[in-house]
């Protein structure tokens, strides 16, 4: 092993900030801010200037290494005989060390790719088409900005994210085969990017083409600069929603619904009298690690960990257990600000004054070819946020949750937290802003949190509508508490559930009352899934953590239960096709449940996403719930001409309309790529289980793909466990496929068949139990 690895031959970052840790000493921390100069000056005047950097380069990196080899000695990794690390440290930043080493070893790619991401980079691997999703992140992510709150941050979080860079570099440092697409170093400020763990944060609510319409190169700012004509009208012609040249290719969509589902049960309703929890986020496959973090410091958290992250997302430890589900509650909001043009430059209207807009030129580079090229973007803020599109000859500015730090201190302490206590005290930073939280914990408390970041607002406006941005009553009004907010703590019932659906359904009966909370905190009605947990809980007892995974793959699809029975009632009619009316026969023998040899699940769900599909651009223009719209407004035309389409279709691809559900819905992992090319003629596994939009709790999104008539599955079910709270915490788990992205490992596929087949693990939390099961052991750098 090379004593200097030539990625890490520099003391100072590309940005100009220190990559040594609080910890490290004021001397060496001094000298490392003043950068390789102070060295150089001490080297000795024989040395040519060229020299003498490249000794100061080689002392401050040989100085690094000594310090990673140093907390890599105070960590274990143990894998069990899944793959899963298991990471002992001495302290909790020994931990997270360890953890990013771990990670970076079982999907490198996938931490970089996260990181590209988030800081607005990843053109620079990916080439221009990626310049307004970098744009995006830009419009909110500052580097300097984060550098100077990484500084003033405590010192015990500095040192967790000083960890995270050192498990990284270090990781980079012992496996010099590995070539990272754009980031050869990490530093401790980048964690501060992405802090929050949620698989669509807030600022991805920005649309894309709808940036772009506005910030390309013949979009509406360029016409203001060029014309000035700020409004976005062009002779009195509305500028289209999709700029001319499109210069980015949106990815197709599955339309799965994301979220997750999250239940607890308390212990008067389990067999053992103690409490469980069910965790079950609905993600992009692979998306997440599983893994154990233990201290000497009190950390001992286990479960779903969003890659390049150093805290467990979903999980648990002995003490209690956390399962997050994106929330609907209100945490965004849009303005319309009214452009003025002056000969200085662009205004707003606000109270009554006009406003200088921001204005500031980013500069993204992208890859091209073999080489790099770079495109300068002017972007425009109004105090309430940056400009992201124009509505109606005005500018929409966004307003959200910005607060890194507290952020990233919220998911790390909840992984900490003793007992509900402590979990209340730490949902007061109010920074979990895309989740609702469903708890349980080992002394029988069940907790439900309806979103954590809500903005107190006036009611007189409608708040799901863009607002006046020059009308001062539209501002935010301090936050809403966790007293104000929608909670639920031990109801009589003795369940919760959420699927990201309403909360007044959380608890049956005993539920919060949407009458008593102003609407903004949750604006949407119930989901297919929601009325699916509560029949699957209102009426369980004695649960067990077997009986619970029972409950949530329960393989009924409710959506279809108001659907079918007006297309059934059609079948009578002697004037439809022989073959429409057998069809229609055929489905109305249906018990409405998914099954691997069910032909019935197949045709319905063809006539289901047939039938969306025309309702859905309808349901839009009418302002109403899709749900609603396929159980009030469809018509019968439109019900036959479905599911005439949906048996050509079945025809088409497999020969007949009577094919079983296995055949179609199926499961392929054909190497490490994030995005998979499948393949219909290479191997794959049948599922069961179906799209949550149908109902189906246990959550399969699949379609088909270029090429292929099966359906290949890319989201849903990804890290699934139930674990039950007492003296000793127990636990069973599966995560989708395997934990490596290496196809030539035992892991890359070895959950595979028990994922498919809704098959659960025993998961190994103590360490007893790592070691009976125990497959590898080592520290990081062996």
Request: aromatic share 12%; with cysteine.
């Amino acid at each position: 092993m090379p004593l200097v690895d030539s990625r890490f031959n520099s003391s100072v970052s590309s940005t100009g900030h220190s990559p040594y840790p609080a910890f490290a000493g004021a001397l060496l921390r001094a000298a490392v801010l003043s950068g390789i100069a102070l060295l150089v000056a001490c080297a000795p005047a024989t040395d040519d200037p060229q020299a003498r950097v490249e000794k100061a380069a080689a002392l401050i990196a040989a100085t690094e290494i000594a310090r990673w080899e140093a907390s890599a000695a105070n960590v274990t990794i143990k894998r069990d005989r899944w793959g899963i690390p298991h990471i002992y440290g001495k302290t909790d930043a020994d931990t997270v060390f360890g953890t990013l080493y771990a990670q970076a070893e079982d999907d490198f790619n996938r931490v970089e790719t996260n990181y590209l991401n988030a800081m607005g980079r990843l053109a620079e691997a990916e080439g221009a088409g990626e310049l307004y999703r970098d744009l995006r992140m830009k419009l909110f992510i500052d580097p300097e900005d984060l550098q100077e709150q990484y500084e003033d941050s405590a010192p015990w979080l500095r040192e967790l994210m000083d960890a995270f860079a050192d498990g990284l570099n270090y990781y980079l440092h012992t496996h010099p085969e590995v070539t990272p697409r754009v980031i050869t170093r990490f530093e401790p400020w980048m964690a501060l990017s992405f802090s929050e763990g949620s698989i669509g944060g807030d600022i991805e609510q920005v649309n894309l083409r709808e940036l772009q319409s506005f910030y390309g190169r013949e979009g509406v700012a360029a016409r203001a600069r060029e014309t000035g004509d700020a409004s976005g009208m062009i002779a009195g012609i509305r500028p289209p929603l999709s700029p001319p040249r499109v210069e980015q290719q949106v990815a197709v969509s599955d339309n799965e619904p994301r979220g997750s589902n999250g239940f607890a049960i308390a212990p008067e309703r389990s067999a053992s009298g103690n409490a469980l929890l069910w965790i079950n986020p609905h993600t992009s496959f692979f998306f997440r690690s599983e893994l154990h973090m233990v201290s000497e410091e009190g950390l001992n958290a286990y479960g779903a960990v969003t890659w390049g992250q150093f805290f467990v997302y979903q999980g648990f430890s002995d003490k209690a257990g956390w399962m997050h589900t994106s929330s609907r509650a209100d945490a965004i909001d849009y303005y319309l600000e009214t452009i003025i043009e002056r000969e200085d430059g662009l205004y707003y209207e606000y109270d009554g004054a006009e406003i200088e807009l921001t204005e500031t030129t980013l500069t993204l580079p992208y890859r091209e070819g073999d080489g790099m090229a770079e495109r300068e973007f002017t972007v425009y803020h109004s105090h309430h946020g940056p400009i992201i599109r124009a509505e109606d000859g005005k500018w929409v500015s966004i307003k959200l949750m910005q607060e890194p730090v507290k952020a990233l201190t919220q998911s790390y302490r909840r992984t900490k937290a003793e007992g509900h206590v402590e979990f209340y005290r730490n949902m007061r930073l109010h920074t979990n802003s895309s989740n609702n939280t469903v708890y349980a914990d080992a002394e029988g408390n069940i907790a439900y949190y309806h979103g954590n970041f809500i903005p107190r607002r006036d009611l007189s406006f409608d708040w799901n509508r863009p607002l006046d941005g020059s009308d001062p009553a539209t501002e935010w009004q301090g936050l809403h508490t966790l007293e104000e907010s929608i909670t639920l703590l031990n109801p009589p019932n003795g369940w919760i559930q959420n699927t990201n659906n309403w909360p007044f359904s959380a608890a049956g009966e005993n539920s919060p009352r949407a009458e008593d909370y102003p609407r903004y905190m949750a604006n949407y009605v119930e989901n297919p899934r929601g009325v699916h947990a509560v029949r699957v809980l209102e009426n369980a007892d004695n649960m067990t953590i077997d009986s619970l995974i029972e409950a949530a793959y329960d393989p009924t699809l409710v959506a279809f239960e108001p659907l079918l029975p007006a297309l059934v009632a059609l079948g009578d009619d002697a004037a439809l096709p022989e073959q429409t009316r057998a069809a229609i026969a055929h489905l109305a023998d249906w018990n409405y449940q998914f099954g691997l040899e069910s032909t019935q699940t197949s045709l319905a769900v063809f006539w289901g996403e047939a039938l969306m599909s025309a309702a859905r651009p309808l349901a839009r223009a009418a302002d109403k719930d899709i749900y609603d719209y396929l159980a009030s407004d469809i018509t019968d035309a439109q019900r036959l001409t479905a599911l005439t389409g949906a048996v050509e279709t079945l025809e088409e691809g497999f020969g007949s309309w009577q094919v079983p559900w296995g055949e179609i819905n199926r499961y392929q992992r054909n190497d490490g790529a994030i995005v998979q090319q499948f393949d219909d003629s290479k191997p794959s596994l049948p599922v069961a289980f179906a799209s949550a939009r149908w109902g189906s709790l246990a959550s399969f999104g699949s379609r088909s793909y270029p090429g292929t008539y099966r359906w290949y599955g890319t989201s849903g079910n990804s890290f699934v466990a139930a674990v039950e709270f007492g003296e000793r915490v127990r636990a069973r788990a599966v995560t989708v496929g395997g934990l490596s992205n290496d196809p030539d490992s035992t892991h890359f596929d070895d959950q595979a068949e028990l994922y498919t087949q809704g098959r659960f693990r025993d998961v190994y939390y103590y360490p007893e139990d790592v070691d009976a099961n125990l497959s590898a052991e080592y520290r990081p750098g062996e």
